[in-house]
């Protein structure tokens, strides 16, 4: 009697039905993980932006301001209206995240020559104060995680956790 090498049909199906198992229980955890990879992508994207346009002002000597549209951003100098620098944020919108403006309307943040923000724009308007990153879909397991992009008044911005207890450094001030 000669044996042959490979699989009977039986492991194959136990291996499948294995893989399968494991599959299902892994996909809700890895929709949460990617999820909180978009927002926090997205997050520093929008802080890192505000330090650009922050930095620019304090380099430059003038007012800078920040400005979003709800996709794009640009860092522009108040006085001459040059554009410093543009940005997007589009990718991450459009995989499944929003973005809510404080005060809402608000599309603007100005920074004087000290890098510090200011309280009104230049236009007259409200500066924006936060951004709020949430799903438009919430995960259906894990631990799914919404972040605020803040502008404090002094002129740093800064990236926290909104549901965070008030004496975790994560926490929004």
């Known amino acids: 009697m000669r044996q042959t090498a490979g699989f009977t049909t039986v492991e194959l199906l136990v291996t499948v039905a294995?893989?399968?198992?494991?599959?299902?229980?892994g996909t809700p955890s890895l929709n949460t993980f990617v999820m909180n990879t978009r927002t926090?992508?997205?997050?520093?994207?929008?802080?890192?932006?505000m330090a650009i346009a922050r930095a620019d002002a304090v380099r430059l000597n003038t007012r800078v301001a920040w400005n979003f549209d709800g996709k794009d951003w640009t860092v522009n100098r108040v006085d001459t209206g040059e554009q410093l620098h543009a940005g997007t944020g589009r990718e991450s919108l459009q995989s499944g995240l929003e973005l809510d403006?404080?005060?809402?309307g608000s599309t603007t943040v100005t920074y004087d020559s000290f890098g510090r923000r200011m309280g009104q724009n230049a236009d007259g308007s409200d500066p924006i104060t936060q951004l709020d990153i949430r799903a438009t879909r919430?995960?259906?397991?894990?631990?799914?995680?919404?972040?605020?992009?803040?502008?404090?008044?002094?002129?740093?911005?800064?990236?926290?956790?909104?549901?965070a207890a008030s004496t975790s450094p994560k926490a929004c001030l």
């Open 18 to 25: 294995i893989v399968a198992i494991l599959v299902a229980v």
């Open 40 to 49: 926090r992508t997205l997050g520093e994207s929008m802080t890192n932006a």
């Open 101 to 104: 403006v404080t005060p809402v």
């Open 138 to 163: 919430t995960p259906a397991a894990g631990t799914y995680l919404p972040l605020r992009v803040q502008a404090l008044a002094g002129g740093l911005s800064r990236l926290c956790d909104p549901a």
